[in-house]
């Protein structure tokens, strides 16, 4: 697909702005024919399961969209909304439930839950061959140890985008501000495995702007908005921005992405830049695990 070029007179540099929803639409299609031969062939769809706990508005939105995606493609989902009282004990037993249901292939577990139940905990429930978030500890550990087949649905949404658009990584600097479990810590450790010099900077990092200046590749994912300004960005480098923030009801990234424009090599936007690529990764996981799963 064509890539739009933010055309800069003043600035010595196009900035590719990433269609994030067009080339996750392409590999939604190549999914689609995989499940279509799959069940051409006999076998049933897979199937992930999407447990909500609550009723937060933007989390409700969420599944739907995920929901959708797996409509799409010819997935099958179901979805256990379950009252924002439920015990984390109740919900450890309907992921038992699915774990030990034959039909379910991905169990994917809304986050945040309320307050009082143990995310940690919840992930540990899910069967790591149905992981289809990346979440329990021994999916994590396979990352760790470079053997994962369910790798984090962001990072891995951000190696896809580096790929597609041919960002150089192996030797590149990289530095990842954020060290979150799904986000900074994961996608750390994939640039990394790609032999990138990884430097992961968070809230108490010294000299964040200087540290960024010298970065090849520069991963946002701190929910802080526009935090990221374009004197921090070496010209040249790849900028992703992974962060959401809502500011007077409109979504804005880490990155102050209008200025960065004519600076950066390439940049993702906080609309149809990573969101649409992570909902495409949980669909790959779930494919994954139903593969593995069924040996087909
Ligand atoms: P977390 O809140 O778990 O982590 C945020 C990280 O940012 C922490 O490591 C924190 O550091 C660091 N941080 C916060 N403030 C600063 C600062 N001023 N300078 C440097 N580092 C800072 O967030 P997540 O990783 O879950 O998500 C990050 C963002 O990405 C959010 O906006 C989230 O909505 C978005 N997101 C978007 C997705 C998508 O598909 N588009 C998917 C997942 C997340 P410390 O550890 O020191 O506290």
Redo the contacts with the bound molecule.
Sequence with gaps: MPPTRTPSSARSIETIVVDGLALAKSIRSELAEEIAKLTASGARPPCLAVVLVGDDPASRSYIKGKQRACGGIGMRSVEHLLPAETSQGEIIALIDRLNRDDSIDGILVQLPLPDGISAAAVARAVDPAKDADALHPNTSGQLLAGTADLISC?PLGIMAVLDHYGIPIEGADAVV????N???KPVSLLLQQRHATVTM?????RD?PGICRRADIVVA????AR?VKADWIKPGAAVID????EVDGELIGDVDFEAVQGIAKLITPSRRG??PM?ITMLLRNTLHAYRARLGV
């Design positions: 962001t501000i954020g060290r979150s799904i986000v900074g900077c968070h809230s108490r990092t964040l994912a701190t929910g802080r935090m992974v962060g959401v923030s990573i969101g992570t």
